[in-house]
């Protein structure tokens, strides 16, 4: 595991970009956010992406992007929450950073959700089912991470301080 990065994985709307922001900011570490890094560099909105190219080519961006960004240390990763679906991604995150799984149940998760227009995979008529047949599908590949927190149970704040606890710890303790 790399000393110097945190990747925040989990869900769509599990709070990686929320938390994440704040952590970086509580390390004074960089911020980065793979799903804005794949819209700045091709210009392209993810949803724009999606429907112009379709998922697999998304798929192959997502990957692309993540080997650029684990280059660089002392950052934050607030990933994609499909990025975890490729054995490929698991592997660099777990070699090259601190894996944190955001979790949330899917009841939550609708509930925040519920008036986003930009995440594609969750626009059809019934999200709440859509949030839970994925959530089930991906579960065993959020499991597979240095440490996880509950964000049904702790807020941004005590979420943030829970993991640079953790990550201290066992950071110095390599
Ligand atoms: N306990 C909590 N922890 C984190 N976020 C929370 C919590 N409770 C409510 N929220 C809200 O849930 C939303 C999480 O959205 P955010 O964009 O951070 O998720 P995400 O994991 O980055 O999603 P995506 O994968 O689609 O980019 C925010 O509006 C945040 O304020
Ligand atoms: O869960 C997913 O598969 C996705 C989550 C978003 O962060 C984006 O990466 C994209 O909308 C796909
Ligand atoms: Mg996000």
Not at 72 to 88: A, D, H, L
Request: with cysteine; hydrophobic share 35%.
């Amino acid at each position: 595991m790399s000393r110097n990065n945190i990747s925040l994985i989990g869900f769509m709307g599990t709070g990686k970009t929320t938390i994440g922001r704040n952590l970086a900011k509580a390390l004074n570490y960089e911020f980065v956010d793979v799903d804005r890094f794949i819209e700045e560099q091709e210009g392209m909105t993810i949803s724009q992406i999606f429907s112009c190219w379709g998922e697999t080519y998304f798929r192959q961006l997502e990957t692309k992007a993540l080997k650029e960004i684990l280059q660089k240390e002392k950052q934050v990763i607030s990933t994609g929450g499909g990025i975890v679906i490729k054995e490929e991604n698991r592997q660099l995150l777990m070699e090259h950073s601190f894996v944190v799984a955001l979790k949330a149940t899917p009841r939550n998760l609708y509930f925040r959700l519920k008036e986003s227009t930009t995440r594609p995979l969750i626009q059809g008529p019934h999200p709440e089912r859509t949030i839970r047949h994925m959530m089930h599908r991906r579960y065993p590949y959020y499991n597979q991470n240095h440490f996880s927190v509950e964000t049904d149970r702790h807020n941004v704040a005590d979420s943030v301080s829970l993991i640079m606890e953790n990550y201290m710890e066992k950071r110095s303790a390599l």
